[in-house]
């Protein structure tokens, strides 16, 4: 899991590791609005990245 702002930052961490997730055919899975509230209210997406073979 990560926060949901990889998805839109435009830092070269996150263009990176989008590149990464999408060369691997990975995926992101975005989780409901408030899914850890109330311990946080970021929201957060699951990060999918298929072993190799």
């Not at 830092?11 to 055919?25: G, I, S, Y």
């Given at each position: 899991?990560?926060?949901?702002?990889?998805?839109?930052?435009?830092?070269?961490?996150?263009?990176?590791?989008?590149?990464?997730?999408?060369?691997?055919?990975?995926?992101?899975?975005?989780?409901?609005?408030?899914?850890?509230?109330p311990?946080?209210?970021?929201?957060?997406?699951?990060?999918?990245?298929p072993?190799?073979?």
């Amino acid at each position: 899991m990560i926060a949901a702002g990889v998805l839109h930052q435009q830092f070269k961490a996150a263009e990176r590791f989008r590149a990464l997730v999408e060369e691997r055919d990975g995926r992101f899975e975005e989780l409901p609005e408030g899914s850890f509230a109330p311990a946080t209210g970021i929201n957060t997406v699951v990060v999918v990245i298929p072993a190799e073979q």
